[in-house]
């Protein structure tokens, strides 16, 4: 998840040092964290957990509360999961398959087209920007912290 305050003078860094960059296998992932390494606000694991924490820190994984998983492991793909893969024939790796399937096929989830709407623009457009604006109220300023390593 990136959140970022628009900001020319950042937008300008971010374009010159991207310049100067070489490439790296994981792209615009490894540029960001390189540019922004000295800030970040870390998510909650509940929010982003990235499969190897399972077996790297299953201490601080609280699988029943977990909201996002981000499969961005090698094989870790729901879709093309076989089980055959390294480290992902287990117990909880299969749970969360399984639950990512089951969302996949409801289809009470599938888009049936949009809900009546205002007929005025404007208030269609300041509908649509209610959540946002709550959420980022909610979140109030955003404190940034020194990145520890991910290493």
Partial sequence: ?????????????????????????????DFLNMFFRDQYKPIPLVYNLVLAMLWRHPENVQLDKVKVVHYCAA??????????????????IKMLVKKWW???????????????????????EAAAKKPLRAALA????VKYVTAPSAA
């Fill in 102 to 124: 089951d969302i996949y096929k409801d289809e009470t989830l599938d888009f049936k087209g949009f809900p009546d709407v205002p007929a005025d623009a404007d208030e269609v």
């Fill in 1 to 29: 998840m990136f959140l970022h305050e628009p900001s020319m003078a950042t937008a300008k860094a971010l374009l010159d040092t991207l310049r100067m960059t070489p490439p790296t296998p994981f792209a615009e992932q």
């Fill in 138 to 141: 909610e979140a109030g300023t």
């Fill in 75 to 92: 094989g870790s793909k729901p879709w093309r999961y076989t089980g055959k893969e390294a480290n992902m024939d287990r117990k909880d």
